[in-house]
């Protein structure tokens, strides 16, 4: 594949007196009329005239700009379609407008009514607000008070009924104490006459033996047939 030669345009008057020149040579017979001959003809279908260059460059941008101006035109249409759609409409918004603006100055009036009149009620909701804000604390203050003075009784009550008890309770315990002091005197007393009875019955059962020594002694001495001592029978 031959490579591609670049192309650039070349003056006519450059080419003919090159020709010119090839021909001299030709003609003076000097071997250098037939290099430039060759090189002629090698290079020659390539040669344009810038005329020829200009014109095909005139063809193919005129072709493009019909292409362009085809295109231009059907935007061109397209657009004024929509201008003339777009006009169409504005007709329609300019004639409804006088009436949007009707009712937008109605209810704009509308508006500035409910405000008045949120405002007003803003007034009166702050003026109630400050009234149950009076009576919350008054009411609050009161029931502090009664609080207060519910704990303080109840202390009061507490403490009186705690020194009750206590009285109560010194009074128990030294009724308690009383108690127990006469149970002990008593139980000393039971004490000493368990003491004394204890005596007594240890002195009477040595008596009660002592006699049941003697007359066993003295029933012996009769079953041996013998007198007993200090007397008769």
């Known amino acids: 594949m031959e490579k591609e030669r670049e192309i650039q345009c070349v003056p006519v008057e450059l080419l003919e007196r090159l020709k010119a020149l090839a021909a001299k040579l030709w003609e003076d017979r000097n071997p ?46 397209r657009l004024k379609k929509e201008v003339e759609d777009l006009k169409t409409r504005l007709a329609g918004l300019e004639s409804s407008r006088g009436e949007v603006l009707k009712k937008t100055e109605v209810m704009k009036s509308a508006a500035n009514e409910r405000e008045a009149a949120l405002s007003d009620l803003k007034i009166k909701i702050m003026e109630d607000e400050g009234t149950l804000n009076a009576r919350y604390v008054a009411r609050m203050q009161e029931l502090y008070e009664k609080v207060n003075n519910k704990e303080l009784e109840m202390l009061t ?73 200090g007397g008769a029978l």
């Open 32 to 77: 250098t009329s037939v290099h430039l001959n060759a090189i002629l003809e090698e290079f020659e279908p390539d040669i344009k005239a810038l005329s020829h260059t200009i014109k095909e460059y005139e063809a193919e941008y005129s072709g493009r700009a019909a292409s362009c101006q085809s295109k231009y035109e059907q935007k061109e249409s």
């Open 157 to 229: 009550r507490w403490e009186n009924k705690n020194k009750a008890l206590e009285a109560k309770q010194q009074d128990l315990d030294a009724d308690h104490a009383a108690k127990v002091k006469q149970l002990k005197m008593r139980e000393m007393a039971l004490e000493e006459d368990f003491n004394a009875r204890k005596v007594d019955l240890i002195k009477t059962f040595d008596r009660i033996r002592a006699g049941l020594e003697a007359k066993e002694k003295e029933l012996s001495e009769r079953e041996e047939g013998r007198p007993a001592k």
